[in-house]
């Protein structure tokens, strides 16, 4: 508030023209996001994504809200700085949270075409990494991500990849190489679960080597 | 005689035909008085030289040309073909053999009475010589009629002979002459009028004795039947067929008679290859290989066969062994090592003799001992048990150069065999280790080095590079130490101090002793020797193994002063009694900063073991941390000097050696995927693999999953990424 107030006062003192269009949007979105910033940090934390979310009538493990921080280009998870709040909207040619809640049906669309979808199922794993762990998730993240990303799409695929995971114990986290490696497998081993395009002398991760062997086993 | 008159041709052909009537007549008769009269034989030849130079246009030599195959056309058809279309069966043959016979004769003599035309006429005209003629007409007038008889004839009298017949081989020789001057300068009438028939007559005769024989008779009978067979065959060869047909025929038997029934021969339950080699049937067994040895891929079977039942022979070693060890007898796993060697040296035997060192051979008995060689007998890998055999040989006296060498050559030859090289290096080194500092007294470095020399020149330099530097450290340490004794001016602290110097990087891995407080005695001799060490090296740090030490300490006991021989720990324990009778255990665990497990075992081998050199409260089988231990000064021997053992720590060294050996692996595959790649830059995962597979053979067989690891973490640290555009490509990142 007293950011603001000040930035304000600023501009009605030394300009006296009228604001543009442009200047008019930019503060317009600029004020939208101060509906949902904290203050002293001048970020959207957590809280305030769960009023945006609310706002928006998506819940946070929505894919389009994923969608809709891959556009931001958001870099941390659970939080939205104030550059990439205005490059999402500017993207998105929303102003307004109505117009960004309208947006979303077709940003939907516009992500899951081949080329963009690739680019932001990589996004999705590096959002969730942390600092703490900033080349790996844990199991149970991915378990989510994975339902959350392709579900929709490949539900067999991650229904039994996510039971794999849970049992297996040769890892406690994936990486992004076998991240990528489960999306090329569900588009290239079209045929699930009978698998006939896999073969196991590939370069496939190891992890889904064994995830297969496993699916085998379960059939024979 | 010079004749002026012209000799008209009619009147030259009536005496040329009186002339063949009197041949043929003389023919006929078959006396041994086949010539003809001097006389009329010079009229006749004069009578045609004259027709043939006399002046156009009596010039007749072109007629009497037409003329002399007049003559043979009509012997052959009205003379030679009648007589022999009336006999059948031998009759035909001899029939056909004894006209052939006259036909040549008779055109023999024509051929003197036409000799004029064939030095000059025919040559001029480029004409078919007289026999050529002669040949043809018999060709077209007789052979083409009864060739297909006398074949039928010939192939049924070849059929009695194979039963047993006595023929008459002569005739057939003559009778299948026949048909090879019949191809007229080719082989062609021969091979197919007669050779083809004889072929298929053949493969059917013996077919029909393979399926016989191999029902009634032992796989040994029945190869002397077969081997009977080819001889025979060939015989007949040389006897009366023409020598061409020899190789077709004998591919033929072998094809009926070895190829069609080599798998149900060699693996005849209690006569075949199994049973053979079982029985030690030397004879029978080379007699298989000559059989079998010139038929392309012939061996294969047999080599086969040989591998199965090795291969056999060894999985019931291994079981016999695997069953023992279950029971909880480990004997037969130390000899198992002995029994594999001997089982080796005995088919490498029948390799090398029946067999005659034929690869294939070589490869069948590598294969085998391969197939049970890397199995394991109660929890030790081969590597490991072989590693123990080579401990216990090198460790017995009184062998003879020659008796070692002859055992690590087959040492060797078994580590061929076993695919977890470097497993083997890792036991061997330890072991090695401990023969080279604990039993020092017992190696027979020549015999070392022996072994270590063979398996160098199997393995390599790098594999045995280790041990051959332990050995060298303990030849470099004993110089070391005559220099060190000689600087001393006195002795430190009052000790006869040896001190050996071990390379690092050459020796097993020791963990260091945690700090121990030596006696002042014993810091006085580590600090001399630290300070002698210091002058005549550069900066290297030294790293006291005193878990590894042995000591004499004099035990002034009442009875008599004994010399005991113990291991520094011991020693220094017990020196804390010099300056008190009796201590706590946590006194001297305390005073010594020993581990608790090694000074249980100290204490343990010093008063509940054989000898009681400290007493203990309670005088129990076990050490506990509330004991109490007095100096025994009633301790005696009849001896003067003793060892006391102490048993080494109980470590699972199995499982330390599999840990480190599979650490090395894991950089062993990591080194060798980056130099791959770093070559290639750019190489699709399959092949990868399989190079790398490749290049670490030599050492162990890598686990592919393990690879496919190594190559993840690889592109987690940089060193590889997959392709953009495929994936399953990897590139090199520089």
Redesign the interface.
């Given at each position: 508030m007293f950011c603001i107030k000040r930035f304000c006062f600023v501009m009605t003192i030394v300009s006296a023209a009228p604001l543009t269009e442009l200047e008019k949007a930019v503060n317009h979105l600029i004020d939208v996001f101060h509906k949902y910033s904290n203050t002293s940090s001048n970020l959207i934390d957590p809280a305030g994504i769960e009023k945006l979310c609310s706002d928006l009538d998506v819940s946070r493990t929505d894919i389009r809200f994923l969608m809709l921080a891959w556009t931001m280009k958001a870099e941390k998870q659970g939080y939205i700085t104030h550059e990439e709040w205005t490059r999402g909207l500017k993207a998105l040619r929303a102003d307004t949270i109505d117009e960004l809640k309208k947006a979303l049906p077709q940003l939907e669309k516009e992500v899951r075409t081949p080329s963009n979808f690739a680019d932001f199922y990589a996004y999705a794993f590096r959002y969730s990494l942390t600092e703490e762990k900033p080349e790996s998730t844990d199991i149970e993240t991915i378990c989510q991500l994975l339902d959350t990303v392709m579900g929709s799409t490949f539900r067999p695929q991650v229904d039994y990849f996510v039971e794999y995971l849970k049992i297996q114990k040769d890892y406690k986290v994936i990486n992004m190489d076998q991240w990528m490696g489960f999306y090329r497998f569900c588009n290239e081993v079209i045929s699930f679960p009978d698998m006939s395009e896999y073969s196991p002398g590939l370069a496939w991760p190891l992890v889904l080597n064994n995830f297969v062997e496993w699916i085998r086993e379960k059939q024979a | 005689m010079y004749r002026e008159t012209i000799i008209d041709f009619e009147q030259g052909c009536k005496c040329l035909e009186a002339g063949v009537s009197e041949l043929k007549r003389i023919l006929e008769e078959e006396t041994s008085e086949t010539r003809i009269d001097p006389k009329q034989y010079l009229e006749l030849y004069t009578t045609i030289y004259n027709m043939c130079i006399q002046k156009h246009p009596h010039d007749h030599s072109q007629r009497l040309y037409n003329k002399y195959h007049d003559i043979v056309e009509h012997y052959a058809k009205k003379t030679v073909l009648p007589c022999v279309q009336q006999k059948h069966d031998e009759y035909l043959l001899r029939e056909l053999s004894r006209r052939w016979d006259h036909y040549k004769v008779f055109v023999n003599w024509l051929s003197h009475f036409f000799n004029y035309l064939e030095r000059f006429f025919i040559p001029q005209r480029n004409y078919p010589s007289l026999l050529e003629v002669a040949m043809k007409s018999f060709r077209d007038r007789v052979y083409l009629e009864v060739q297909v008889n006398a074949k039928d004839v010939v192939i049924a009298l070849i059929d009695k002979e194979r039963e047993g017949a006595q023929i008459d081989r002569e005739l057939v020789k003559n009778v299948l002459n026949v048909f090879v001057q019949s191809g007229m300068g080719t082989i062609e009438k021969y091979k197919e009028d007669f050779e083809m028939f004889l072929l298929e007559d053949t493969e059917s005769y013996y077919a029909r004795k393979a399926s016989r024989w191999i029902q009634e008779c032992s796989c040994p009978e029945y190869m002397i039947k077969s081997e009977e067979s080819l001889r025979k065959e060939k015989e007949r060869v040389i006897h009366y067929l023409h020598s061409s047909t020899e190789c077709k025929l004998v591919e033929i038997v072998e094809k009926e008679l070895l190829v069609s029934v080599a798998k149900h021969l060699l693996e005849k339950e209690h006569s075949g290859c199994s049973a053979l080699l079982r029985d030690d049937k030397v004879d029978d067994l080379s007699r298989m290989y000559r059989l079998y040895h010139p038929i392309p891929k012939g061996l294969e079977p047999v080599a086969d066969a040989f591998r199965i039942h090795v291969a056999r022979e060894g999985n019931a070693l291994i079981k016999q062994a695997q069953d023992a060890a279950a029971n909880g007898s480990l004997v037969e796993a130390q000899v198992l090592v002995g029994k594999i060697i001997d089982l080796h040296e005995k088919y490498m035997v029948y390799v090398l003799d029946c067999f005659k060192n034929h690869t294939f051979f070589h490869k069948a008995l590598k294969e085998a001992f391969k197939v049970f060689c890397n199995k394991k007998v109660g929890g030790s890998s081969s590597a490991e048990l072989l590693a123990n055999f080579c401990d216990s040989l090198l460790k017995k006296s009184g062998k003879s150069d020659e008796a070692i060498e002859a055992t690590v050559d087959n040492v060797v030859k078994l580590l061929d065999y076993i695919s977890d090289n470097d497993l083997f290096a890792e036991f061997y080194r330890k072991k090695l280790a401990r023969r080279l500092l604990f039993d020092h007294h017992k190696v027979n470095k020549e015999h070392e080095t022996i072994m270590i020399t063979k398996i160098k020149r199997q393995q390599g330099g790098q594999y045995t590079s280790k041990m051959e530097g332990m050995v060298t450290d303990m030849q470099l340490a004993k110089e070391f130490q005559k220099g060190f004794k000689g600087s001393l001016t006195a002795k430190p602290g009052g000790i006869d101090l040896a001190v050996t110097v071990l390379n690092t990087g050459f020796w097993p891995s020791y963990k260091t002793s945690t700090d121990l407080n030596l006696p002042r005695e014993m810091v006085e001799c580590v600090e001399a020797f630290k300070s002698y060490y210091g002058t005549k090296t550069n900066q290297r740090k030294l790293r006291w193994l005193y878990s590894h030490g042995t000591c004499h300490v004099i035990g002034s006991f009442d009875p008599k002063p004994i010399e005991l021989v113990l291991s520094t720990y011991q020693a220094v324990v017990l020196c804390l009694f010099n300056n008190t009778e009796r201590l706590t255990y946590q006194e001297i665990i305390e005073q010594l900063n020993l581990s608790h497990e090694d000074l249980v075992r100290v204490l343990l081998s010093l008063s509940c073991a054989k000898y009681r050199i400290l007493n203990k409260e309670p005088a129990s089988k076990s050490i506990s941390t509330t004991d109490v231990f007095e100096f025994n000064s009633k301790f005696t021997s009849t001896m003067r000097r003793i060892k006391v053992s102490i048993p080494p720590p109980p470590i699972d060294e199995r499982k330390k050696v599999v840990e480190d050996v599979d650490q090395d692996r894991r950089y062993a595959i990591d080194a060798c995927i980056v130099r791959i790649m770093k070559s290639r830059k750019v190489l699709?995962?399959?092949q990868l693999?399989s190079q790398c597979v490749e290049q670490l053979s030599r050492m162990f067989k890598p686990d592919i999953?393990m690879i496919?690891?190594r190559?993840?973490d690889l592109?987690?640290r940089d060193y590889l990424e997959?392709d953009a555009k495929n994936?399953?490509?990897?590139n090199y990142v520089a």
């Open positions: - | 699709p995962h399959q693999v999953k496919k690891k190559i993840e592109i987690t997959r994936h399953h490509i990897f």
